[in-house]
């Protein structure tokens, strides 16, 4: 039995204790990159791995901790139940078979969260003392493997104990760079154990479980490096886990499946922007685990694939069709027989996972609607989604996703659906406030894009649609397509327009923005209330050749260049209908 890696964060967040900085410090060393594949004509065994390309870590090596301050593991706080090697090996398997098999039925809080959470700790230290103390041991691989392992497991559980006691010392909480430099220190050594778990290993399975972990280091980090708003080094690191998780899958001879991995790898495709191959691993997986409880995530994977792609009327076509099986999951209803046959009844403690999902049929099916042309159909079915959600939630059954898509989303994409959209559009002359003003061909576009987002914000979490747009901006501009980007004047009173204009440039020049952008300058800010958006997110606004406004988007959908890029295309080859 094995502990999954890929546990939420919210849970292993609460996994506190202090003893895992010295554990986990104690091994930084040079990362010993994983050994070269071997020959590709070379013949496979069970002895010998396959001929299978495992990518060089991205990780930085840094320098060694100085191994005299961790006297805790020289001396462990407690005595070993045994003092052999080969009963050392044996109680650890014992006691790590004692593990929940997915630590997200454990909870978050409790007398078992306590349990695990020792036993987490004592394995930690005796799988340490038999790594140090046995190094020739017929043992070493497994335990190694399960060093790596739970090291991968506690690192949402270091991270929230350092936070914690910066906040006790400081008064503050750790800053994303702060969180950066603690987890590239954290998984330095766990990549050179893994990296010498690849050496070591005798077959291609346990290999790939090494090789693996890998690729959950890189995977952990280019989260922390997409937080610290460094994207080109957080896409290396994701593309380079996606490479790991792609060559253990390929270690396996047998061509065992392993879900957790197989999730993974999906994941990572999205994020290092492999749209296509997310889409294939998704459907095999879908086709192979239909009684998986991930099987509504991997669904949302496939879906947000296929909208990144700009593929509108597959993904579609896939919540028309599935939209039944999410909503029978989560209600506990034998699902569509031509799902599963004989048909299933969804475990009760994997509802929720369908719930998540189920939700959020209505306003899909609204929304693409809409995306497509559609506008009649898809804000009846945006009204219904509201009605459903509302139903909800009179029965105490609304989760966070369906409240957010019906407060955040649903409710301006009604108003601005029957106030603005197939209607002229409002006015945006900002006069002053411009700080680029349009081109003087703007006029003549086949398509404009007015974008609504406070250039405060667009160095943070904003920062990632405006290098998208960019780039549609960049293949459609020689077709007609021109962009307005209007911020939001601020309402301090020190805040003067001309120094706000200059904020703008410096941020407009950073993010390499193109098009035209300034400041509703107004403090009662006329321009956007005409277009009905609030502060904080981005509204999208697609104006055709006329004027008049035949699309709108809503943060958080806004960085999908595949989705822009195909509503753009359909409305500059309109013919104003």
Sequence with gaps: MSIACSSPKRVIALLFVPLFLTLSCAYAQP??????????????????????????SRIPAGESIDLSTLSLLVTPPWEFPVDSDEELSKWLEQEKSKMPSDIREVGTRGEQLRLVQERVDNLLIAAWHHYKTYPASSYRVDVLDLLCELTCLNEQRFLHAENQRNKHEFGVDMTADDFLDLSLRY????????????????????????????????????????GAQLFED???????????????????????????????????????????????????????????????????????ALRRDGKLEEVLALWTKYGIVLQHGEAGLPLPKWHTDPPYVVPEE???????YAERVGFYLGFYRIALGDVSTGTRLLRNFTVDMNERESENKLMMPGKVFRDAMA?????????????????????DGWVNPPSEDADKA???????????????????????FAKVQKELWAKGLRSAWISAASRMKDATLEGQK??????????????AYGLDSD???????????????????????????????????????????????????????
């Design 31 to 56: 990362v010993t990159e994983p050994v070269p594949a071997k020959d590709p004509k070379a013949k496979a065994s069970q002895d010998a791995p396959p001929a299978v390309f495992i990518p060089q």
């Design 187 to 226: 998984f330095r050594p766990v990549t050179v154990l893994a990296s010498s778990g690849v050496k070591e290993s005798k077959t291609p399975l346990v290999k790939s479980r090494f090789v693996k972990t890998l690729g959950v280091c890189h995977l952990a980090l280019g989260g922390r490096f997409m």
């Design 234 to 304: 957080a896409k290396i690191l994701q593309r380079t886990a996606g490479d790991y998780f792609a060559a253990a899958m390929e270690l396996d001879p047998m061509k065992l499946e392993d879900v957790d991995l197989s999730i993974k790898l999906i994941d990572t495709m999205l994020q290092s922007g492999e749209n296509g191959r997310a889409a294939t691993e998704a459907r095999r997986f879908l086709t192979k685990h239909v009684k998986s409880k991930y099987w509504p995530h991997v669904f949302y994977f496939l879906a947000k």
């Design 350 to 356: 994997h509802r929720s996972d369908y719930a998540l």
């Design 411 to 431: 409710f301006y994409y009604i108003a601005n659906l029957e106030n603005l959209v197939n209607k002229e559009a409002p006015a945006f002359d900002i006069g």
């Design 446 to 468: 086949k398509a404009t894009v007015l974008v609504f987002a406070d250039s405060s914000r667009a160095q943070g979490r904003h920062r990632e649609y405006f290098h998208a």
């Design 502 to 515: 200059e904020e703008m440039r410096l941020v407009a020049d950073s993010l390499k923005a193109t098009g």
């Design 523 to 577: 403090m009662e800010l006329p321009v956007w209330m005409s277009y009905g958006v609030n502060r904080g997110s981005v509204h999208l606004f697609v104006l055709d050749a006329d004027k008049k406004v035949r699309w709108h988007l809503i943060d958080p959908m806004a960085w999908d260049i595949g989705l822009i890029r195909a509503v753009i295309d359909r409305v500059m080859a309109s013919d104003g209908t």
